[in-house]
């Protein structure tokens, strides 16, 4: 990854600061992104404290808004040169997912929210930066989906459909960009110790009327490794697709689930 440019969404915390800080180790060139401007630049001193050699940086970017993420990206470059922008070889595409809830208690208007915080604005990402990845012949594109595309959820019902609806985009995606020395793949979590799977945790121990150390209990149990994952876990499989290595590797997606994930 030496000398390679990262763009990672959702740096700051959880699975998507996994990933950053793993790349950053291998040697790429890392932007952090969060809607919070000054959390992103304080991840990124914080990676650099961590990491003596690395080069990180942050950006702001809200994926509320898909209609900002290419001005935002622009000024990006323009401000930091080759790290920014359309120069980015590789872009890890990781976003919130939408508040729990069963699909009967779902409105047109949490679907209308989801499609566009969760893929237009993935969408307007690619677009932003896939011209410059064709143009050097060479570049990563990387998903960070979820257990729910193979085995949707009941109480992330929109979340579920959703992501889904990524998952079609990115196999076509992966199709017309593979001659172009492109690779689009995902990585399919199952529970990773993050807050969003804590506050999953926290919303079915409130629907039980349990605490959630009991429904985490509950969870790792049915999990044939025994435990949750860890973000650095993720970020390790993530480093690999990303890699020169993973080449001829595309439109494909990588479960990191300790076995969860019961469908073959």
């Given at each position: 990854?030496?000398e390679r440019?990262a763009?990672?969404l959702?740096?700051t915390?959880?699975?998507?600061?996994?990933?950053?800080?793993?790349?950053?180790?291998?040697g790429a060139r890392?932007t952090?992104?969060?809607?919070?401007?000054?959390?992103?630049?304080?991840?990124?001193?914080?990676?650099?404290?961590?990491?003596?050699?690395?080069?990180?940086?942050?950006?702001?970017?809200?994926?509320?808004?898909p209609e900002?993420?290419?001005?935002?990206?622009?000024a990006?470059?323009?401000?930091?040169?080759?790290?920014?922008?359309?120069a980015?070889?590789?872009?890890?595409?990781?976003?919130?997912?939408h508040?729990?809830?069963p699909?009967?208690?779902?409105?047109p208007?949490?679907?209308?929210?989801?499609?566009?915080?969760?893929?237009?604005?993935?969408?307007?990402?690619v677009?932003s930066?896939?011209?410059?990845?064709r143009?050097?012949?060479?570049g990563?594109?990387?998903?960070?989906?979820?257990?729910?595309?193979?085995?949707?959820?009941?109480?992330?019902?929109?979340?579920?459909?959703?992501?889904?609806?990524?998952?079609?985009?990115?196999?076509l995606l992966?199709?017309?960009l593979?001659?172009?020395?492109?690779?689009?793949?995902?990585?399919?979590p199952g529970?990773?110790?993050?807050?969003?799977?804590?506050t999953v945790?926290?919303?079915?121990a409130?629907?039980?009327?349990?605490?959630?150390?009991?429904?985490?209990?509950?969870?790792?149990?049915?999990?044939?490794?025994?435990?949750?994952?860890?973000?650095?876990?993720?970020?390790?499989?993530?480093?690999f697709?990303?890699?020169?290595?993973?080449g001829?590797?595309?439109?494909?997606a990588?479960?990191?689930?300790g076995g969860?994930?019961?469908?073959?």
């Open positions: 990854m030496r440019t763009l990672v959702g740096g915390s959880g699975i998507g600061l996994g990933i950053a800080r793993r790349l950053a180790a291998d890392v952090v992104a969060s809607r919070d401007p000054d959390r992103a630049a304080r991840t990124a001193r914080d990676l650099r404290s961590a990491l003596p050699d690395a080069a990180v940086s942050g950006i702001g970017l809200d994926l509320g808004r900002t993420i290419r001005d935002a990206l622009r990006h470059g323009d401000r930091d040169g080759p790290a920014g922008g359309g980015f070889d590789v872009v890890v595409l990781n976003g919130p997912g508040r729990p809830g699909v009967t208690e779902a409105t208007e949490d679907f209308a929210d989801a499609y566009r915080t969760m893929f237009l604005s993935l969408k307007q990402v677009d930066v896939v011209d410059g990845m143009a050097r012949r060479w990563r594109l990387l998903y960070v989906s979820s257990s729910s595309v193979v085995t949707p959820l009941d109480e992330l019902a929109v979340s579920s459909v959703v992501r889904a609806a990524v998952q079609t985009y990115l196999k992966a199709n017309a593979a001659a172009d020395g492109i690779t689009v793949n995902s990585v399919v529970r990773i110790d993050t807050p969003r799977v804590r945790d926290a919303a079915r409130t629907a039980r009327g349990v605490a959630a150390e009991q429904v985490r209990g509950e969870a790792e149990r049915r999990i044939p490794a025994g435990r949750y994952g860890t973000p650095e876990e993720v970020g390790e499989l993530a480093a697709l990303c890699s020169e290595r993973a001829y590797v595309t439109g494909s990588f479960r990191c689930d969860m994930i019961a469908a073959v």
